[in-house]
């Protein structure tokens, strides 16, 4: 199962796309974690990993990666994957491994004036259109913040859609932005509330649609703790496994 993790900035994707990555892993899953935030350098360490090289640079680096798929010849939908690809078809180069986690990162901004990431977001969205996975492997894909990758169709390949929800005016706006996408797209999306206390729980609950809701995070210091010190989120966290519980049952 392909899911999408999307939400405001620092809501907590990231921190949630780790915490679950080693949760699945832990049961036993193959989880292919895909780091498709092009300006955040975070989600490696939360995982304990090494950031992998850029996978633009498997296809020419960015502006060949423009050509070839934001300006394909017309009538075509240009596809730089061919008839599909596996997680193992993925060469060793581009992906950072832990056990049975592996991360691959799309491509992130390094240089000042470098241009805008649609390059990236359009080759994640033909990465996951093509990507088939095994039976019991999961991808998680960790999105920027808000709602651009919509724009380039990065949630076409996914088969759910998790958006993190963090107490604010923010998220819960945004909550009913990315409710309209997803209906349009066809695509299943739940909530997880994250960083949350008992007031701020019934205020969300209120707020948003309780259906949707599929697990609630505490605030956590740890969280905050190994984020600020660089350590792997490899603790149990609850709402954790009730998430996983959920994507059990959904596979
Ligand atoms: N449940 C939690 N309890 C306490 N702190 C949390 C929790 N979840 C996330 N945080 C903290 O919130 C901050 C933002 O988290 P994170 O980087 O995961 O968010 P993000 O949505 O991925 O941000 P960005 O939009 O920048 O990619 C970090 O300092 C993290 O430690
Ligand atoms: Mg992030």
Known sequence: ???????????????????????????????????????????????????PKDFVLHFGGKKM??????????????NVFGKGIRASGIPEDYMSKKGGISLLAI??????????????????????RMLELNKGEFALVDTDAGVEHFGRGVEAGCNLILMVIDPSQESI??????????????????????????ETARFLLDSVDRNKVVSVIPEDKRVFKNCLVGEALDFELKGIGELADFLERKT
């Open 1 to 51: 199962m392909k899911i999408l993790i999307c939400g405001k900035g620092g809501c907590g994707k990231s921190s949630i796309t780790a915490l679950l990555a080693i949760e699945l892993e832990k049961r036993g899953y193959k989880v292919i974690v895909v780091d498709n935030d092009e300006s955040n350098f975070g989600l490696h360490i939360q995982l304990g990993m090494e950031l």
């Open 65 to 78: 990666v423009a050509e070839k798929l934001l300006k394909p010849k017309e009538g075509e939908r240009s």
């Open 107 to 128: 491509g992130k901004i390094r240089d000042f004036g470098e241009g805008c990431a649609c390059p990236f977001n359009a080759l994640s969205a033909d990465f996951l």
């Open 173 to 198: 706006r945004l909550a009913e932005k990315v409710s309209k996408i997803s209906e349009s797209a066809g695509k299943p999306l739940y909530y997880v509330l994250n960083k949350i206390d008992e």
